[in-house]
């Protein structure tokens, strides 16, 4: 079992900037891949960002050099900076993790709010 617990979310005007939280409890050593998913009211859940344990971090096309994903291991933690926000990145926020056997956990979600 791994727990996660967001963090960092709110309401911001466009061209801003937030930094999301994600840190993680529980059966951390079996930890492969953090990231963040989004869903916007009326849409599917999308991928935003993912960062695995040694490995190349992935982007959604529209993030990509907006949105800024790291790891901290030794915190057990995972980052999302956003920075040039815009009104349609408005959505719940995700933070998720995806152990080595396969099994994927979800944060609470994290409500980010853009205004134009």
């Known amino acids: 079992q791994v727990q996660l617990v967001e963090s960092g979310g709110g309401l911001v005007q466009a061209g801003g900037s937030l930094r999301l939280s994600c840190a993680a409890s529980?059966?951390?050593?079996?930890?492969?891949?953090m990231g963040w998913y989004r869903q916007a009211p009326g849409k599917q859940r999308e991928l935003v960002a993912a960062?695995?344990?040694?490995?190349?971090?992935n982007y959604a096309d529209s993030v990509k050099g907006r949105f800024t994903i790291s790891r901290d291991n030794a915190k057990n933690t995972v980052y999302l900076q956003m920075n040039s926000l815009k009104p349609e990145d408005t959505a719940v926020y995700y933070c998720?993790?995806?152990?080595?056997?396969?099994?994927?956990?979800w944060g609470q979600g994290t409500q980010v709010t853009v205004s134009s």
């Open positions: 529980g059966s951390i050593f079996s930890i492969n891949v």
């Open positions: 998720y993790t995806l152990l080595r056997i396969g099994v994927k956990y």
């Open positions: 960062i695995p344990s040694g490995g190349t971090t």
